[in-house]
């Protein structure tokens, strides 16, 4: 798997948008950008993925550069239930997911 | 909204017994996987599996290790022999065929621990 760089640890005041970054410099063109996180004592649980546009759910959005050698992914009211560790995670189509250490996220009342 | 479950929350098992981690997949859902994670580490892929065969396995997944899908609802993975460094949290996931972009769906985890 092509490999991404997240800071260990942020932190965020509640109700404040929050961005994570992530690089993947060595994507390469087939590998889908996922995001997963996992609140505490809980399963990882999908957040959302993209592989060239930006993308919006309900619970996010994915802005991804357009060399796709980084992207963010946007909490835009942060709650704190959001307090998770976050995975940034290229895969290429039906693989496994591999998770690396994530970005611990501290959401401050 | 449809959801992976597993059973137990916790186990608890002295070394050298048998354990087997059930899991209840979402139910169109054809892909399924088991992970673990020791405590304070990443989550780890151990096997995953299609059409009632393993697909792909990692160096984790040894002969004390098994999987079955024995009936249409559940996923069970099957410890012959436990050793004290399979304590952990497993998770099981699965995901719908033909989704080209493979979410996968996780269940709560069983904590197993062995005495």
């Known amino acids: 798997d092509a490999k991404t760089t997240q800071p260990n640890s942020m932190e965020s005041n509640e109700e404040e948008p929050v961005h994570l970054p992530c690089n993947h410099s060595t994507i390469s063109g087939t590998d889908y950008i996922h995001w997963y996180r996992q609140l505490p004592s809980q399963g990882p649980e999908y957040v959302i993925h993209?592989?060239?546009s930006n993308v919006n759910n309900r619970m996010a959005s994915l802005a991804i550069a357009e060399d796709r050698k980084s992207s963010t992914l946007i909490l835009h009211r942060a709650t704190l239930r959001d307090a998770a560790v976050y995975y940034c995670i290229l895969r290429e189509g039906y693989q496994k997911v591999t998770f690396g250490t994530g970005t611990k996220l501290q959401v401050i009342p | 909204e449809p959801e992976v479950t597993q059973t137990p929350s916790h186990q608890v098992t002295q070394m050298g017994q048998e354990v087997i981690l059930r899991c209840v997949p979402i139910?169109?859902?054809?892909?399924f996987y088991w992970y673990r994670q020791i405590l304070g580490q990443k989550v780890e892929f151990l096997v995953s599996?299609?059409?009632?065969?393993?697909?792909?396995k990692s160096e984790i997944f040894d002969d004390q290790f098994s999987v079955e899908r024995p009936d249409g609802s559940n996923f069970t993975l099957k410890i012959r022999s436990t050793k004290l460094e399979d304590s952990a949290m497993y998770f099981c996931a699965s995901r719908e065929a033909g989704h080209s972009t493979d979410t996968q769906y996780f269940g709560p985890g069983t904590r197993l621990t062995v005495l």
């Open positions: 599996f299609y059409n009632n065969e393993i697909s792909e």
């Open positions: 993209g592989l060239t």
């Open positions: 139910s169109n859902h054809l892909y």
